[in-house]
């Protein structure tokens, strides 16, 4: 494994290098709720939609493609008031986490039933459940909700397994270490959002 690793690090095209290095950019800046997170998500994002469709990877592409989209709303979002109370940490009730899965489960059943019949995708349901999965917890991530990085430990974790399976070992080094960043940045936005809660409470 660690041989075929240096054997993908060593293939990584100067593109790829620097849009996983805005990635993890990106997430470190989330954690610490700066704005400019979207900007270096957008970036990297437009890089992996031209590497995607270079790859004859259309869904992918598509997938990066909607991250640049949300990387200007979530701009606007953090920006449009005061920097304290644009980036107010939030969370959702329980009922809403139950109706988002659902519809997450219910549209990867519907597509990975689909690449399994149309496609020679390896993985198929579980390729569609991250997918689904990514694309509701970039939206958490641009309301600043709380639960983003509880999806994004699982999404990751998952990732990781996926492209270790398919012996991706970079992009599953990469995933593992995005676990880490996600844990970091759940345990930094429940601080803020405790310290705010008591703020408001006293």
Known sequence: MMQALLVAVRAVSPAEAVSAVLGL????LAMRRNRWCWVAGGVSSVMLAYLSLRAHLPMQ????IYYVAMSVYGYWYWSRTSAQSAQAITTWPVSHHLLACTAVVAASVV????LARETQAAWPYLDSLTTWGSLLTTW?????????WVYWVLIDAALAFLFAAQALYLFALLNAL???IAFAGFNSWLKSYRTARAQAVS
């Open 25 to 28: 950019a990106y997430l470190l």
């Open 61 to 64: 592409a598509a997938l990066q």
């Open 111 to 114: 597509s990975a039933r689909w």
């Open 140 to 148: 958490l991530v641009a309301r600043v909700k709380l639960e983003n």
């Open 178 to 180: 995005y676990v880490v």
